[in-house]
């Protein structure tokens, strides 16, 4: 009674045709074709016979009850950004759902531990700014003063828009019961990069999420009129910090896996005819190695005040976030290492660069691991986001082969 | 009969109390307190017994009539910025005023040729956003279509504030017939740069002011998170942009005498977790030589290109505006020289960065020179713009002997 990755295709092209247009997935958070899509999944999981219900931050449940308690949590999104992809989130609910069925199939009603489905509610944001407002709920982890006041671009609190869906903000944190058997998380996920595009590879088991450092740095100088301010003189702010553009590249060169971005650049008084006062970038980095990160932002900042000295400007950094790295399980690592291998792929190890629910239940202490599946252009959020359906069938089926292991694991640790 | 510097010294002092205040000189052209100065000008150059009247453009003229209708005319602009420096404009003016007065009491009413001042109408365009007003309009330069166009930040028009003050806008360029009989044009001013001061000399000799090359250049890569992007894939505009800041420094230095300015930057999508899709900047170069701007333009196309083609991007050239190098006539560079070393100081020829009024004449076909005196900070159109007292009075005597050259110049072309 092997799964059937083709249905899970089909089903991803049902879903895309309900809750898309032509610009792509239109399944935000909190909207009516998100509700649409949720009753859809609902419709889908009861044929399984799992117990299905909400929780308090609107994370919709599917358990199919084990001889233990003990359970493995097989986690997805189905809400996407505006004009979104058709994988991002949803590829990982509906091979759930998939593998819910082979279980059920399999044990004729129970399973030797637990199995819960869970679509985590709002992973992107995309209405209201803040992503993983679900899984951040469950794991205890979101900002709750933070979160209550964002309102969207129409002006529509959360508290007001998630109480249309049952939701009491207030309560969002009660959630976190569900995760008191959670012994470990498995999450399949369309990669949001070109790595294993470029790797030609079909399947990834990733080792978690990278750790980020976002800051803000203002070189300051002195205007002066372009004409008649010979280069010598000039305390130019611009010139230090194009220079950290290519900084950038090489610092992250020598981290080895780690990740930099000057994803913003503002003049002052950002007129032609003088010399650039203020010049302020954003920079972040990201690194899966606690160390490396800290070394990458050490390294950054030794930069910035070299140029800082060679153009007479002063310098100034301004953290704006941070987050450390989050390693998921070596087991269920090893594990995913494994069933990929079992489908006749190579296994290969990535980090993730975006966040995933994975890393607030990972966040939470429950032992987890993601696989990726290749994305053919490397881009999501996007409506050309697209998987070779050959890649997307394996990877439904490596999956529930991790999930098999980790069915097994979990059994064995308790029994 | 020397002239008296001093006097020109304590003019100016009282002047600034006139129309200055605790935040600097208030001259503004076209309104009160800049109809309030060249009232007072009025007055000054009345004492001289010239002809006086204003032109179609608003420029004040004095006239000393001489044995030939051949002109030296010498120039400058008692209107200020707002804020503005205490020598800016108004030292050139008084200047001639001294030197009218010598030149009444030296040839008892009628010097070998006619000697008249100018003070220019609006050099600084302030109000409107539009310098060299009245002697554009005398050169026959001014773009009238542009400066009709023109409104202060309260939204009224430049026509109507001009009419205010006398001047039907239709017809400013009727003052080109000032032009007429003009021999040679001379103006003194305070340098707006450091150059001087650098060089500890108190005058110099301006060779002409720079050809300007003013251009947006727009680096166009691609959008990508800056998590999930391996630096190697990246089309990174900023990276781009950045190099072209230092780039500018050597192609400066190459150039001899040219300045090059970024002077702002801007980020497209511009979010932290972005790399930059499209990054531009504005690069003004400036330089005396027209061949040398063309290579320093050349040569910044070749470096965008370059980086472009480095890091995977496009790159487009758009031109903002230009304008030829404006170069001073060689005989009369000479006498400014000599004049300069006839008081003592070191001559030393340099380009004039900023445009002023007397490039304005010399585009007319005028002979044309100007002599900087020593900026204490380097700095104008600041409060703190100053010049010492011993300079100013060195000024105002070498200023007097180029005058004097000037006019047995004139004289022995027309015998």
Known sequence: MPIDPKRTVAELKELRSLTGDENGAQRVAFTPTWAKARKWLRSKVEGTGAEIHNDSAGNFWATLPGRSDKALLIGGHIDSVPNGGWLDGCLNTLAGVEIL???????????????????WCDEEGARFGKSLFGSSACSGKIDMDETRGLKDKDGIRLVDAVKEHGIDFEK????????????????LHIEQGPVLLDLDLPLGTV??????????????????HSGSTPMNRRRDAFLAAGKMGSAIYEIAKRSGQGVCTIGSCTTKPGIVTSVVEECRITLVQRHLDANALQQMLDEAKAASEKFAKEGNVDVAWERIWNIEPILFNNELIGMADAAIAETGAKPHRLPSGPLHDAAEVARAGVPTVMMFVQSLH???????????????ELAVTAFDKLADKAIRWIAGRVD
């Open 101 to 119: 069925r082979r279980i059920k199939e399999q044990y004729k009603g129970e399973p030797p531990v637990t199995v819960r489905l869970v679509d």
């Open 378 to 392: 490397g881009i999501s959020h996007n409506k050309i986001e697209d998987t070779k359906e050959e890649h997307l």
């Open 172 to 187: 969002v944190k009660d959630s976190g019961k569900e995760l008191r058997n959670a012994a470990a998380y498995i999450e």
């Open 207 to 224: 080792l978690g999420t990278f750790g980020v450092e976002r800051h803000a740095i203002t070189f300051r100088g002195q205007a002066a």
